[in-house]
């Protein structure tokens, strides 16, 4: 007796949770205990970083040391015990647009790339890439990618893997006013990757205004989203996290969101649960990490109804009636 009491308990719980209806709880739960089997979820350690910022692609020496930093948050991720490590938005450098402008500094005009020491960018890029393999670290990071000419470079997030290589790259594809008018070239398609069961998506720059990318990413089941960004105009901008925050409650995944150290930086890199909750944030405005263990979690019930919510169940219910000619019935 003791046993049915709990077990309809459960099934009244995930009613309350889901909005199941009691027939439909009670099915789902009957089968997992018929069978036996837990479906089976998949964890890793994840370190976001809040990498420096260097703005100038002129300069070959901030160039060397963007390399160093970035590799020595490498370390510091693989100490904690990290399997990715997520870094911001032009981790190896964001060109600022008044000193790319061909008819800058004054003006922004139309960006003169020839005035990125690309020679300096590859090599720093490589030996990230040896430490990653070293490290057994997957590695994603913020870079200018550049294309043949006369096309504009993409704003990138290249994914490197625990052996070093370039597994794949991310091309920002809602770009800002000024990046597509007079700087970059746009991506067209979202990118997911897995690392130990734990399927990711990326996105970078601005693209947390826009829901129907992270949408997007739910339809794909990713189990975490990395959202690589500067942080805004402003180090005081609250937005960029706000907006990642609800994504990742609204889709019940895990988000990372990685920002440039700036000083006066008040919404720091940080890791958010898929309750929309902060996990771990970075404290400060300094360069540092933080780590979280992250994963899936098959049996959560809020996201495939979710799901279901989305796909119409409820049109079967809707009456056809208009609430505004009813409401003066109501008095």
């Known amino acids: 007796m003791t046993e049915n009491r709990n077990f309809k308990r459960r099934v009244r719980a995930r009613v309350v949770k889901t909005g199941e209806s009691y027939t439909t709880a009670l099915m789902h739960l009957r089968d997992a ?6 479906p089976q979820s998949n964890s890793l350690r994840l370190a976001v970083a809040q990498s420096g910022y260097f703005d100038d692609p002129r300069d070959a020496a901030a160039l060397r040391l963007a390399g160093e930093k970035i590799r020595h948050l490498m ?5 904690a015990g990290a ?3 997520h870094f911001p938005e032009g981790a ?13 500094p004054r003006e922004i005009g139309p960006s003169d790339w020839r005035r990125f020491d690309w020679t300096v960018l590859r090599e720093e890029l490589d030996a990230t890439r040896t430490l990653a393999r070293e490290l057994g670290l997957w590695t994603v990071l913020g870079s200018v990618h550049p294309l043949t000419e ?11 893997s625990d052996k070093g290589t370039v597994a794949t790259r991310y091309d920002e594809r809602m770009l800002s006013n000024t990046k597509i008018s007079f700087m970059y070239t746009p991506g067209s398609i979202p990118l997911t990757f897995d690392v130990d069961g734990v399927r990711f998506g990326c996105t970078l720059g601005i693209e947390c205004h826009f829901p129907e990318l992270f949408i997007e990413y739910e339809r794909l089941n990713v189990d975490c989203v990395l959202f690589s960004t500067t942080g805004g105009s402003l180090p005081i901008d609250l937005a960029f996290a706000a907006e990642v925050q609800g994504h990742a409650s609204s889709n019940r995944y895990w988000a990372s969101f990685a920002v440039l150290a700036q000083p006066g930086l008040v919404a720091p890199s940080g890791i958010v649960a898929p309750d929309g909750q902060w996990a771990v944030r970075c404290a400060g405005d300094e360069p540092s990490i933080v780590v ?6 098959p049996c959560d019930p809020a996201r495939p109804w979710r799901r279901q919510a989305r796909d119409g169940i409820y049109d079967p219910h809707i009456v ?8 003066r019935d109501m008095f």
């Open 83 to 85: 399997r990715v490590v």
């Open 92 to 104: 190896t450098c964001f060109p600022n647009k008044r000193i790319m402008s061909a008819i800058g």
């Open 320 to 327: 056809d009636d208009d609430p505004r000619s009813n409401s």
């Open 75 to 79: 370390r510091d991720a693989h100490r």
């Open 150 to 160: 006369p096309h504009r470079p993409h704003n990138s997030l290249y994914v490197i």
């Open 292 to 297: 979280a263990d992250i994963g899936n979690d």
């Open 33 to 38: 205990k018929a069978t036996g089997v837990r």
